[in-house]
C-alpha cells in the first residue's frame, strides 16, 4: 500500500516535471510526425519489393515508429537523473524511508505515459494516411511497448547513476542506439539483408520486440514471434527495474 | 540515593572505517573513526576538506555502507535497521537536495507525504513550514528560480519536517551571505533548544566555535580532538602570543623555523604581517623571542597576549593550519617534538 502510495506521489512529481516543460511534450510527437511526413514517401517506392512484406506500407512502417517513440521516450531519464544526482534530489529522498524501486518507478511510469499518449496521436494520424487499424492487437502491442520504454527507462536511469557524467551517458547512449536499432530491423526489415546480419539481428532483444509490434499490428495475435516478443521484452524490463534499484540503492556523487 | 546517570546518547560510532578506490588506489577517507555526542546538542564536526567529514556523515544517515566499525543513530543500528534511522532523523545535505522542477510547496508536500503524513496533515505542516521558515513569498514558485539563501531555507525546512530527533546538516552555510548565514545559525538554535540534536560539519573555524555546543576535530580519517570549543581551546593552546613587527624579513620561513626551535614555544606560525606563537610559559618566551627578533635587526610594533582559537588547536595536533590545510603539509607552520611533551 505505502509501496503504491509513493509510487504515485513519484510518478506524479516527474509528470508534472514534464509539462513545465512543454519542449518535450512537442518534440516526443514532432519526431514521430516527421519520420511519418518524410520517411514514408520514401519507403513508399520500395514497398512491395523483394523482401519487403506486402501490404500498405504504412503497416509496415508504423509498428517501427512506434517502437522508436518507445525506445526514445525511456532513453532520456538518465540525463534527468545524473541532473538529480548534482542537485542532490535523490541524496535528499535517499534518506527517507520511500522505497527505492518506487523512486525508479516514478520516472519508469512517466516515460511509459509519455510512450503512450503521443503513440494514440500517431496511430491516429497514420489512419488518416491509409493505416489498418486492427484494434485488439493494436492494444496488446502498446502494452509490450510499454514495457520495452520501461526496460529503457531503467536501464538510462541505472547508466545515469553509475556513469554520473551527461557527458559518458550521451557516448554510451548514442553509441548503443545504432547497432540497436539497425540490428532490431525498426525502420527497414532484417530480411532484407546478408545472413551475418540476421544472426547478429537474433542477438538483439530488440529485434524480438520489434517483430512482435509488426505482427500485432497486422492483427494476428497468437504466434509465436508475438509470445516471445513478450517473454524478452518482459525479462528485460524485469532486469533493468532490478539493475536500476541497486543503482537507486548505492547512488552517489 | 541519587545517582548520576551518563547523559542519552543521540550518536554513538565505533572504529568506523571507508575506503574508496581512485584510479586503482585505495584511499581510506574515514580511519577507524569513534564519536559520541549526546542529546540535545549542537554537535559541530570541523575539518579541512578532504578530511572525512562528509564521508562520516554519510555513513550516519544510511547514505554509504561502512567498510568496518558500528554506528548507532537516534537508538537504532545504521548498518543493520536503516529504515529506523530513517523515520527518525532529517538531513541537509552539501548540494541542498530541493527539487528545482517542482514548487516549494510541492518540495514540502511530496516530503510530507514521504514520512507517512495524510494528504490533509502534509497540506497543514507545509503551511506551518512555510510560516515558520518565511517562505510565503515564494513557495509557489518554482525552486530553480529561488536565491541562494531561499533555497537554502527551504532544504532546512525539509530536513525538519518530519520532527527529527537527529538533524544532519553538512556545511549548511557554505556559500551563504553574511545575513542568511546569521539566519541559519539562529534557526540552527532554535531546534536544538526545542530539542533536536543538531550534527553539523564545517570547515568554518568561526562557525564551529560559535554555534557548537560540543566539538570534535576530523582530520585524515579520525577524531584528534573533541570537548566543547572553551575546553579545546583551552586544553590545547596554552598562551598564544601575537607579535607585530614593524617590518617582515625576507626569509619567513626561516625566521618560522627559527622561532619555533627557541625555548618555550611550541608552534610558530606567521600570518597576515604578523607573527602568532603558541608558547608554555608566556612570560619567559616574550623575553626569549623579543632577543631573537632584536639579534635579527627585527623591529616589533606591537605585541599582546592573545585569546587562542580553534586553529591553534588544529594547529597544535597537526601541524598545520586549518585555514591551508588543504595545501601541502609543512612550510606554512613548523611544530617542535619539545613542545608536545611539555603540552601533554
Known sequence: MTFALQSELFFRRKLLETLRQPVWVITGLSTPLLYLALFEPLLRSVAGGSGLPAGHVLDVFVPGILTLMAFGAGMGAGWVVIWELDSGVIERLRVTPASRLALLLGTVLRDMAMFVLPGVVVIGIAIGFGFSAHWAGLALMFVLLAFFTAACSATSSALGISLKQIGSLAAVVTGVQLPLTLLSGILLPLSLGPEWLRVLGHLNPMYYTVQAARDLGAGTITTTTVAIGFLVTGTAAALALWWGTRSYHRAMT | ?344
Do not use: C
Open chain 2, 1 to 344: 540515593m541519587s545517582v548520576t546517570q551518563p547523559p542519552p546518547v543521540a550518536i554513538q560510532a565505533h572504529g568506523l572505517r571507508k575506503s574508496f578506490r581512485i584510479k586503482d588506489q585505495a584511499v581510506e577517507a574515514v580511519s577507524g573513526l569513534d564519536l559520541t555526542v549526546t542529546e540535545g546538542q549542537i554537535f559541530g564536526f570541523l575539518g579541512p576538506n578532504g578530511a572525512g567529514k562528509t564521508t562520516t556523515l554519510r555513513i550516519l544517515t544510511t547514505l554509504l555502507p561502512a567498510d568496518a566499525g558500528e554506528a548507532f543513530v537516534a537508538g537504532a543500528d545504521v548498518m543493520r535497521s536503516p529504515q529506523q534511522v530513517r523515520r527518525r532523523i532529517g538531513y541537509v545535505g552539501q548540494l541542498g537536495g530541493a527539487d528545482g522542477s517542482a514548487t516549494g510547496l510541492e518540495n514540502l508536500l511530496l516530503q510530507a507525504r514521504l514520512y507517512g503524513l495524510t494528504a490533509t496533515a502534509a497540506a497543514s505542516r507545509a503551511k506551518e513550514l512555510i510560516e515558520l521558515f518565511d517562505l510565503g513569498a515564494f513557495a509557489g514558485r518554482v525552486v530553480r528560480t529561488y536565491s541562494g539563501g531561499q533555497r537554502r531555507r527551504l532544504e532546512v525546512a525539509l530536513g525538519i519536517l518530519h520532527n527529527p530527533q537527529v538533524l544532519f546538516l553538512d556545511e549548511p552555510t557554505t556559500g551563504l551571505d553574511p545575513q542568511n548565514r546569521a539566519n541559519l545559525w539562529n534557526q540552527v538554535r532554535q531546534l536544538r533548544d526545542s530539542g533536536t540534536t543538531v550534527f553539523l560539519t564545517t570547515h568554518y573555524l568561526d562557525e564551529a566555535d560559535q554555534l557548537s555546543d560540543q566539538l570534535a576535530i576530523i582530520d585524515h580519517g579520525h577524531v584528534i580532538a573533541e570537548g566543547t570549543p572553551a575546553q579545546l581551546k583551552q586544553r590545547y593552546s596554552g598562551d598564544t602570543i601575537v607579535i607585530t613587527p614593524a617590518e617582515l624579513p625576507g626569509s619567513l620561513l626561516s625566521l618560522e623555523q627559527d622561532l619555533a626551535t627557541a625555548p618555550f614555544i611550541r608552534t610558530a606560525q606567521i600570518q597576515d604581517g604578523s607573527i602568532r606563537l603558541s608558547v608554555t610559559d608566556a612570560t619567559r618566551s616574550m623575553a626569549a623571542v623579543f632577543s631573537m627578533l632584536a639579534d635579527k635587526g627585527i623591529a616589533v610594533r606591537a605585541a599582546s597576549l592573545a585569546q587562542p582559537s580553534l586553529d591553534d588547536v588544529f594547529l597544535h595536533e597537526t601541524g598545520r593550519s586549518l585555514r591551508d590545510a588543504g595545501e601541502p603539509v609543512g612550510g606554512a607552520a613548523a611544530k617542535k617534538q619539545a613542545g608536545e611533551q611539555v603540552a601533554a
